[in-house]
């Protein structure tokens, strides 16, 4: 299976690594470490690197019980730092194989009924904030303004909370807010939050496109000062967008 963005088929030019191994019962360790070897080599020569935190099929392989026994470990006692290392996990989606993932999904959603976990979750959809100083400008860093940190990766934890909150087995980031629209999420925040994810999403890979026309380091910071004055506005509605449903998730969880 894979997952972060892979698993949310939100994969742009700059990206990694994020698989592991479901297994229908344990044994043939040996077997299974030269296929999971095999196939991280060959993603690797294909030119996607290795995950930086090591989420890939060389270290992370179970049979189904023991990803049950995971899953079900991470919801019932959440620790946020753990959570927010671990909630891409969430994101997966099988990609080769005949073993059924469904009891892994069924675990989501029943784990999505705890309110600890839900509480964590939320905790961990405020851990990445938009750039968005006194008066509303925005902050940049030597100019420059990370879309993946800053835009993207709070849009994707706020839909992954909402759609769970829903009760909904989505997967991509607008079918997850689609999915919380009118539910636990109102119409005009998954709208604008929506809004946002395609205008950054688009945004981003324009920007890396360019970079790899010119041979330049493909990244995901912009700097700001290049952008058009409609770009300007689009990224500071979807910054606002962003703020506002942090501000409110924070109050309905109690967070401060």
Known sequence: MVFGSEGRREQALLTDQDN???LGEGGHEAYFQALAERVVGGLLRAGIPECRGGY????????????LETFRRWMEAPEPQALL??????????VAGELSLRPLEEAVLEGSQRGVFLYHLAQAALAFRPPLGLFGRVRTEEGFVDLKRSALAPVVSLARLYALLAGSPARGTLERLKAAEGSSLSPEGAGRLAEAFRFFFHLRLKHQLLAWQKGEAIGNRVLWA???PGEKRQALEGFR????IQEST?????LR
Not at 250 to 254: E, T
């Open 20 to 22: 592991a191994l479901v």
């Open 56 to 67: 890939m099929a060389t270290r992370w392989r179970l049979p189904l019980p023991a990803w």
């Open 85 to 94: 290392e671990t909630q891409i996990f969430f994101d997966f989606r099988g």
């Open 226 to 228: 290049a952008l058009s």
């Open 241 to 244: 967008a962003i703020q506002e």
């Open 250 to 254: 924070a109050s309905r969880f109690q």
